[in-house]
């Protein structure tokens, strides 16, 4: 007798509001991200990107914000199928582009795609063309 074993695993997905968020300086914002994913246990990230530089890695699920990172006003918590991140007394500097994502990540611009970004020390990983 000859057994096969194979995993079938459905689409993964997140799914992030498209819309911009305004606020004032000194405020606490919520961005929102829902996910779907047939892993028990699913790894997923938040990422910030600043106008004219690449995504950086800033939370992991099941790990530890980046070192730039590890201020109170940045949290994130799975929430049964979603994860929102939480940032507290606004700063100027905060206004980014900020990414939800799950693992493995796949992130693209107009002409490069690169897959499994950034690690936790903000290294890239992998290109892919």
Same mark, same amino acid.
């Given at each position: 007798?000859?057994?096969?074993l194979?995993q079938c695993k459905g689409?993964?997905r997140?799914? $992030?509001?498209?819309?911009?968020?305004? %606020?004032?300086?000194?405020?606490? &914002?919520? !961005?929102?991200?829902?996910?779907?994913?047939?892993?028990t246990?699913?790894?997923?990230?938040?990422?910030?990107?600043?106008?004219?530089?690449f995504?950086k890695y800033?939370?992991k699920?099941?790990?530890?914000?980046a070192?730039?990172? $590890?201020?109170?006003?940045?949290?994130? %918590?799975i929430n049964g199928?979603? &994860?929102? !991140?939480k940032?507290?007394?606004?700063?100027?500097?905060?206004?980014?582009?900020y990414?939800?994502?799950?693992?493995?990540?796949v992130?693209g611009?107009t002409?490069t795609?690169y897959?499994n970004?950034?690690r936790?020390?903000?290294?890239?990983?992998?290109?892919?063309?």
């Amino acid at each position: 007798m000859f057994l096969i074993l194979r995993q079938c695993k459905g689409e993964d997905r997140v799914i $992030q509001p498209t819309e911009d968020v305004f %606020a004032s300086e000194g405020d606490t &914002v919520t !961005l929102d991200c829902k996910f779907e994913t047939t892993d028990t246990t699913p790894s997923l990230f938040w990422y910030r990107q600043e106008m004219g530089d690449f995504p950086k890695y800033l939370w992991k699920s099941y790990g530890k914000k980046a070192s730039e990172f $590890q201020t109170d006003r940045f949290n994130a %918590a799975i929430n049964g199928t979603s &994860v929102p !991140l939480k940032i507290q007394k606004l700063q100027l500097t905060d206004s980014a582009v900020y990414y939800c994502a799950l693992e493995p990540t796949v992130t693209g611009n107009t002409t490069t795609l690169y897959r499994n970004l950034w690690r936790e020390d903000n290294t890239i990983l992998h290109n892919i063309h």
